[in-house]
């Protein structure tokens, strides 16, 4: 076996980097290639094309279609799942005996298929599937919300194949607790992302920031809270930035007197988060471990967050915890008539780079796959 071939099933194309799931999956892969892995990605592609980009990272790309048929919604397994099967795939890594890495419990159809027994197959999973469309369930109406719960459920009973890997690797602790009950081997792999260029603390300027993919229902929630709760606060400029936001968040946004950019390029949104003031994260959803929190703790700037957004992670520490309207405003208030010491910026970023060094944290990748079962 070489140990330095890699197959890497991605629930979807992790390029462009536009959202959680994709930079995590993009920034791993990119990392592994630079520690000389010759990596087999394969990609199930569903509307995001097939990027070039991809191509300089990797030996081989290879695409399959997302299934989706009505009748799926009706099998046992979970939709996101049954909807990501392919015999291609499973062809394509028995052509040798290279280590395989299921990029989401959404990749692991082939799991425990007996041709596989003998691999050394390791899952990364991004959160705790059932309890994520458990709370998308809580804010959806009519067939949506009764398709989020019966996911949700068969997520919960579907989640014991996980006992068929060598390896869990989970995204942060409490996810790791959770996981363990499958495999005792359950490691905590912290998101892969971007190194961000940390910036003078004098080039910060005064607005506060929200920024996220806007399209996706939780941040556009997040969102209108702070608009009809929170903002607008007077001298204070807010800043909104993300894609895809609905002609109702732009209207609601504009009549609060808060700028509002839509699909910003790579290059203006990390200009608008090096020199944001004030970060204001908000999320009702406690799973995972949201990027926009780890790239915002890489600047200069002040954090604001609802408890859900650092639940299960350390990264409490470098934030202001707020749990009410009137807590928000009184802290963003506060956070434009004051500055953070030197030093805790500094320590700051050193926690982040003792924790969130993409490169160093694969070595964790490296150390499971010279294992033997």
């Not at 160093?360 to 150390?367: A, F, K, P, S, T």
Request: proline letters at 4%; one cysteine or more; a positive charge.
């Amino acid at each position: 076996m070489d140990n330095k071939r890699l197959h890497i099933i991605a629930l979807d194309v992790p390029f462009p980097t536009d959202y959680g799931g994709a930079i995590d999956i993009y920034y791993r892969v990119k990392a592994l290639h630079k520690l000389g892995f010759k990596i087999q990605l394969h990609c199930y592609e569903y509307g995001r094309g097939t990027p070039s980009e991809l191509n300089d990272i990797t030996e081989n790309v290879y695409y399959y279609p997302r299934k989706k048929r009505s009748i799926d919604l009706f099998n046992s397994l979970p939709f996101i799942v049954q909807t990501r099967r392919s015999k291609l795939l499973l062809d394509r890594l028995l052509q040798d005996d290279s280590p395989i890495l299921f990029e989401g419990l959404h990749t692991t159809f082939h799991l425990k298929n007996p041709a596989l027994a003998s691999r050394n197959k390791i899952v990364r999973t991004h959160n705790i599937e059932h309890v994520y469309y458990h709370d998308l369930a809580k804010e959806a109406r009519g067939w949506k919300k009764s398709f989020f719960l019966n996911e949700s459920k068969k997520l919960k009973r579907y989640e014991s194949i996980l006992s068929h890997a060598n390896y869990i690797i989970s995204i942060k602790q409490e996810d790791q607790l959770h996981f363990s009950q499958y495999q005792k081997n359950t490691f905590v792999l912290p998101a892969s992302m971007k190194k961000l260029v940390v910036i003078p603390s004098n080039a910060k300027k005064d607005y506060a920031l929200f920024h996220g993919n806007l399209s996706v229902p939780e941040n556009e929630r997040s969102a209108k809270r702070l608009l009809n709760e929170v903002l607008p606060l007077s001298d204070v400029q807010v800043i909104l930035a993300g894609k895809n936001p609905s002609d109702e968040l732009i209207k609601l946004a504009e009549s609060k007197g808060v700028e509002i950019i839509p699909n910003p390029d790579q290059k203006t949104m990390d200009s608008l988060i090096q020199n944001a003031r004030v970060h204001l994260l908000s999320t009702d959803q406690s799973t995972g471990v949201k990027l926009k929190l780890l790239y915002s703790i890489m600047t200069y700037g002040q954090i604001i967050v609802s408890p859900e957004m650092t639940s299960g992670t350390s990264l409490d520490q470098w934030c202001n915890v707020v749990n009410s309207p009137a807590e928000w405003k009184e802290t963003i208030l506060e956070a434009f008539r004051t500055n953070i010491s030197t030093s805790v910026i500094e320590a700051r970023h050193q926690f982040m780079e003792e924790h969130f060094n993409t490169e160093v944290n694969c070595q964790l990748i490296i150390e499971l796959l010279s294992k033997q079962k």
